[in-house]
């Protein structure tokens, strides 16, 4: 690796975050960057909770929504490195009452890979239309404050039909909600205990749970508004998405609730500093909770050509988005860079050539996901990366 000239490189990220801030576009964030297994960035700024003027810190606890995803893929991938789980076991092996059919009433068999690249046939509520099917079923995204356990869930999820032949496409979904079931049954722990024992106490990652470990490091969470990000009250808050569709279904102090269920696919919290620990062990062959050659395999394409709505140019691993194509992706990173999101304002990306890992997570949900802060953040961070050598060099 290269040598890089830290002062520019962190020139470059200061001033994509103190423009989104001076701008409200996000309240606050953490954004930190290890390069060649180093952390050369770790920055807060902004407001972990505005209306309290606390400032955020780089211990701050978000509510990891989507980034919650990996992790619990992960979890699966430490059993399948341990020889208890296969990616090609049917899903029935593990849950027989989970038999969602086809539209026309055949019985369909969704494997374990078929979950974790989500091609299983399944969708989220908040990509349907009001009153769509899962919303009529009653299934939770696992991101609202849902009474009903995780075996609940899935009766309501198994009654609703697949959207398509598992296998056929690909549809971002709750499967990995699905997925933290079939860790449940193989372990014959709670998926927070199996996470905890296969996952985060191995790598010290600390700060992480299925609820809060500190309500006082916890951020506020917000959502875009008109002039400004608008608070989002405790209990349950509709966010609208994509038009035409549902919408969220967020109740922000879900984080604090130890009597939800465990959300395979949203339900966790933790800081910055905990995922990035995740991510580099992952880009680094996965010791001591993978094995190479299962780390290897998240890391690639499992999906062929098959269409990525709302994602082009890429493809999916085990768990996150992979890139194929940075020129129909609009993109700086190079192929086979790894990426994903939160709902809850969180971007994360793996970049394996440039052995780069980067975790900026923000307070304010959508604009932190997918909003211009992740280009932009993105671009610093490359940009950054090109000059400061240019400038080590000289």
Known sequence: MEKIHAT??????????????IEKRIVGTVVQVALGGEVIYSRAAGYADREQKRTMTENALFRLASVTKPIVSTAALALVSQGKLNLHDPVIHWLPAFRPKL????????TIQQLMTHTAGLTYRFFQEDQGTYERAGVSDGMDLSEISLEENLQRLASVPL???????????IATDVLGAVIEKVTGMSLREAVQLLVTHPLHMTDTDFVAVDSNRLTAAYADGSD???????ELEQVPFIEGTAGFQLAPNRANNTSVYASGGAGMVGSTGDFLTLLETLRQGG????TEAVATK?????????????????????GFTILKDPVAAGTPESPGTWRMGGTYGHSWFVD????????AFTNTALEGMSG???TDICDAIYAGIRESKKTAKI
């Open 228 to 234: 400004e990000p608008r608070l989002l009250h405790n």
């Open 103 to 110: 539209p026309h009433g055949q019985e369909a068999q969704i």
């Open 287 to 290: 010791q001591p909770i993978l």
């Open 8 to 21: 520019r490189f962190q020139t470059y990220v200061d001033q994509a975050i103190d423009r989104a801030i």
């Open 163 to 173: 959207l398509y032949e598992p296998g056929n496409m690909w549809r971002y979904s």
């Open 372 to 374: 211009q802060f992740t």
């Open 352 to 359: 394996p050539k440039e052995e780069l890992s980067v975790a």
């Open 298 to 318: 998240m890391a690639v394409n499992q999906i062929g050509e098959l269409e990525m709505p709302y994602w082009p140019g890429r493809g999916f691993g085990l």
